[in-house]
């Protein structure tokens, strides 16, 4: 039986890695979890914020939150691109 699951609690993925499933892309680690999105932050002062949409979470493993999506496609989540800022 696997540990794995989509289902998790916002609070345990609060400073955990998050990767992209396809191809391990390093999307940074998590800072919050909102309504609709999950604010990630690849490194540490001025680093890169994804801001990726719930829905695309695959898994939490209890490490790591993987999401469905690669490195080309984590592009259209960078904070600049969203507008969400």
Same mark, same amino acid.
């Given at each position: 039986?696997?540990?794995?699951s989509?289902?998790?609690?916002?609070?345990d993925?609060? &400073?955990?890695?998050?990767r @992209?499933i396809?191809?391990e892309?390093?999307l @940074?680690?998590? %800072?919050?979890v909102g309504?609709?999105y #999950?604010?990630?932050k &690849?490194?540490? #002062?001025d @680093?890169?914020k994804f801001y #990726?949409?719930?829905?695309l979470?695959?898994r939490?493993d @209890? !490490?790591?939150?993987?999401f &469905?999506?690669?490195e080309?496609e984590?592009? %259209?989540?960078k904070e !600049?691109?969203? !507008?969400? #800022?």
């Amino acid at each position: 039986m696997s540990t794995e699951s989509p289902i998790y609690n916002p609070e345990d993925v609060i &400073k955990k890695e998050a990767r @992209g499933i396809e191809d391990e892309t390093d999307l @940074g680690e998590v %800072q919050e979890v909102g309504t609709e999105y #999950i604010l990630t932050k &690849k490194g540490t #002062i001025d @680093g890169d914020k994804f801001y #990726i949409p719930k829905n695309l979470v695959e898994r939490f493993d @209890g !490490h790591t939150v993987w999401f &469905k999506l690669t490195e080309e496609e984590s592009h %259209q989540y960078k904070e !600049h691109k969203t !507008h969400l #800022i």
